[in-house]
């Protein structure tokens, strides 16, 4: 048994010891890679602004594109590797609850009208206009949720909502969902969410781009705030992702009618959802 023991112990600071060079490996490579992409991404920003030529524009935006869906994917690595080395830490700061929506609808409306759907958000009035949490990491959980949801969403919409569950004493639970009519998942892959580089029917999915990171780091972001993913789906009908935050109330201002604060266009061109400065 003590020969077991010992045997057990060293297989496991062997296997620890694998892990920590795997992440070595990705984070260095990720920093070494991210700089040649942001000088191709830079070059070619140039080429967008001063080009006349359609065919030459055209070309310039498929490498934009192409780049900074590269460009988040080494993010994502970076990002995984900081927080398995206990690196990633919190910054909570005072923020204004109705900027944070309005710079995420205006990230993500366009990849929603690109492919034809209807991009909905709901926010509810009696949130407080200013709260104090990482608004950074927020940002990312919500956006990494929303790119999910269009990436696998064909057709019909993606939804965010936005609501105040209750106020006690100086802390506001503020509820976040993403609402899809997407592809769904099956019961049996509920689980595989959770993994790291793990993305569920592949063969199905394999036209989609991605390290199957993106969920993963949600779930440890949400977990260093308190909170964790809730995930409801039925299978080619759509999916809900969300989660409760505990922020405490800056300003308790009630954030108002939301397409009040900004000038409200839909992501179709028509008077709707999406909130734009």
Known sequence: ????AKLLMLEKKAADSANKAKSDFLADMSH???TPINAVLGMNEMILRESKDDQILEYSSNIKSAGNTLLSIINNILDFS?????????????FDVAELINNLVNTISE???LKGLEFNVEVD?????RLYGDDVRISQIVMNLLTNAVKYTESGSVTLRVKNNG????????????????????????NKLFESFKR???????????????????????AMMNSKLDVESQYAIGSTF?????????DAQPVGKFDGKRKSVSSRGEEGHLYAP
């Not at 927080?83 to 005072?94: A, C, N, Q, S």
């Not at 106020?167 to 509920?190: H, M, P, Q, S, Y």
């Not at 990171?213 to 440890?220: A, D, F, N, Q, T």
């Not at 969300?242 to 800056?250: I, P, T």
Request: proline fraction near 2%.
């Open 1 to 4: 048994r003590e020969y077991e």
């Open 32 to 34: 070494e890679i991210r």
């Open 82 to 94: 900081k927080i398995e080395d206990g690196k990633m830490t919190l910054v909570p700061v005072e």
């Open 111 to 113: 990849r929603a009208r």
């Open 125 to 129: 009035e009696s949130i407080p206009s």
């Open 167 to 190: 106020i006690t004493g100086d802390d506001a639970k503020i509820r976040f969902d993403v609402i899809d009519t997407g592809i769904g998942i099956k019961d049996e892959d509920l």
């Open 200 to 222: 569920i029917e592949e063969k199905r999915n394999r036209h989609i781009e991605g390290t199957g990171l993106g969920i993963s780091i949600v779930c440890k972001l949400l």
């Open 242 to 250: 969300g989660f409760d935050l505990k922020l405490r109330v800056v």
